[in-house]
């Protein structure tokens, strides 16, 4: 009789227990799976946290950045979703009154928006810088395809110092725009659009500061996005050493600090890449690698090579996958999938190469069970 009155109350703490945990991962499968109110940045010459996120995302915690690439640095110990969500920087009802709702000194992270995730990219110093000619063409990314009432791009003025002074509204000039363009005019890209502007800064020399106001069409939100640059003299952009992808990647990589249901990401994973062998003289090959693996996501990178006495115009990679893997989105390579066979061809900027010479590409994927390194192959397509 004891047995049976003392049951109930043995459940019961468990019953709430149990539910309460079901509860609690209900709301963080959730919040994992919510998609991000972040829709945009300009990817050429990039925005700083975008940026950031190129050269460091795989290894944001890699203490190198402290010293090789310091203003990235500070960014990432001050919010790693700053970089995470690069294309989140924007701010509502502003109604067209951006001096007035982004102050002097605050235009690289949108006036403070998003309660402070950005205000490390208003950091005075030497960020790192890409290359342009005083006539060049900014690419902006739109993930979600909202198109623009407006897009505005200016450059600071000649004699500004971004080293050593805070941006402001008076230091910049107006260097090219567009109107109202629908997303069915952009370019369309795996996983959006994007669109170029032209871009015209004469008399520029030296390091400056590119800042772009994007007015997206949907509702009244206003991006503001700064990309650090170095005019260079030449008659055209000078091509970065490493292309900008051709699809920004997805905005929801697992957290530098994860919560306690979520495991780290591990990097390595498990699985590593077989060893590399000589190229043959009339061929190519290609080795895969996964730099990096967190809870269900993974990305990878494919290095091409061409064979010693056989320069290429364009290749092609292929390889399948035989345990559920799925890729995601891609960069510097146009990818297509068919049942597990997945093939990889160049882009326009990476096609050809000399006897001997590489170039990589990276792409992000699913995966459920496992995730081992595939088979690839490469083929010399011209």
Known sequence: ???????????????????????????????????????????????????CWQRWGSEFQNPRMATEDPMCWQAWQADPQAMWNWNGLFREGVAGNHQAAVPNGQLCSGGHTQNGRYNALDTI???????????FRLRFFDQASHGADYIRVYV?????????????????????????????????????????????????????????????????????????????????????????????PPTTPPPTTPPPTTPPPTTPPPSTPPPSTPVPAGACSATYQITGQWAGGFQAEVKVTAGANSPTQSWSVSWNYNNGQKVASAWSADLTTNGTLVTARN?????????????????????????????????KTS
């Not at 960020?127 to 342009?132: G, Q």
């Not at 363009?181 to 890209?189: E, F, M, V, Y």
């Not at 772009?212 to 170095?230: E, G, M, P, R």
């Open 125 to 135: 110093g030497a960020w790192k810088a890409t290359p342009v000619s005083n006539n």
């Open 1 to 51: 009789m004891s047995t049976l009155a003392r049951s109930p109350r043995v459940r019961r703490p468990l019953a709430i227990a149990a539910a309460a945990t079901l509860l609690l991962t209900t709301a963080l499968s959730v919040a994992l799976v919510q998609p991000a109110s972040a829709h945009g940045s300009v990817v050429d010459p990039a925005s700083r946290n975008y940026s």
């Open 156 to 248: 600071t003025k000649q004699g500004f110092n971004s080293s050593t002074e805070a941006l402001g509204w008076d230091d910049l000039e107006l260097a090219g725009q567009i109107g109202n363009t629908p997303a069915s005019q952009w370019d369309r890209d795996t996983g959006g659009v994007s669109i170029q502007i032209p871009v015209s800064a004469p008399g520029r020399t030296g390091r400056h500061i590119v800042y772009t106001v994007w007015q997206a069409s949907h509702l009244d939100q206003s991006y503001y996005l700064c990309s650090d640059v170095d005019f260079s003299g030449g008659t055209s952009t000078p091509p970065p050493t490493t292309p900008p992808p051709t699809t920004p």
């Open 347 to 379: 882009v326009n900027y990476n096609g050809a190469l000399a006897g001997g010479a590489s170039t990589t590409f990276g792409f992000l994927g699913s995966w459920t069970g496992s995730n081992p390194v595939p088979l690839v192959s490469c083929t």
